[in-house]
């Protein structure tokens, strides 16, 4: 199966790298962005590790132009978010900057610079969005707000370039079993029927990944059986 290749943010810990493990299995070379990437990480042909800091957009933007000038993108996954959790006054500026530049900047400016490449071929970008995106967030207002501006994002831009045969997909993932909530007065309950593993959100990226290509699946919502949340100290979050 000829390889094609895919960018993919996030990629370095849990759902990010979840799905960074699945996509070979699809024929796909990843060049995954995270802030760093474990030491004894084992080298690999499908695998490419880029560490950048995605607040840098500029010099974001300039790493994908050289990449571009020398691969042709087919695949685009925005998965990378950054959570600030507790009451909105709470916040400072620059946690709310922080939030919507990785939450939604980022893969806005992502898809401008890779559309040209996924229309040329009928390519696919799916955002990993969340559960609250479609519901209230109570100490989570800002995160929930630049989680629905990307599916907002997702369902605009999908009507803007489906007749180029590309399609969009936002998922939804409720809480799961990552370490995004390590440090937030809140965490995913262990239990299999109450939260969801990294494995399950990959699952749902290789079901939009393999669906037939005149089938445009653009929204997935994926919740566990049950709704149940372990309380712990409140901090910062990240994945």
Known sequence: MESQYALLTGASSGIGRAIARMLPELGYTVFGIGRSFPQDMPPSPSFHPICLDLTETRELAARIRALRKE???????????????????????EKIHEMTVVNLEVPMLLAQLLLRDLKKN?????????????????????????????????????????????RVAAVHPDMTRTRFYRNADFTADPAKDASLSAQEVASAVRFLLTAPPDCAVTDITLQPQKHRILRQSARQTKK
Do not use: Q, W
Not at 71 to 90: K, M, P
Not at 136 to 149: F, L, N, R
């Open 71 to 93: 691969i042709f993108f087919s695949l685009l996954i925005n998965n990378a978010g950054v959570g600030y959790f507790g009451l909105h006054e709470e916040l400072n500026p």
């Open 122 to 166: 009928g390519g696919m970008m799916i955002n990993i969005s969340s559960v609250t995106a479609k519901k209230s967030s109570p100490h989570g207002c800002a995160y929930g707000a630049t989680k629905a501006a990307l599916t907002a994002f997702s369902a605009s831009l999908f009507d803007e370039v489906r007749k180029y045969g590309v």
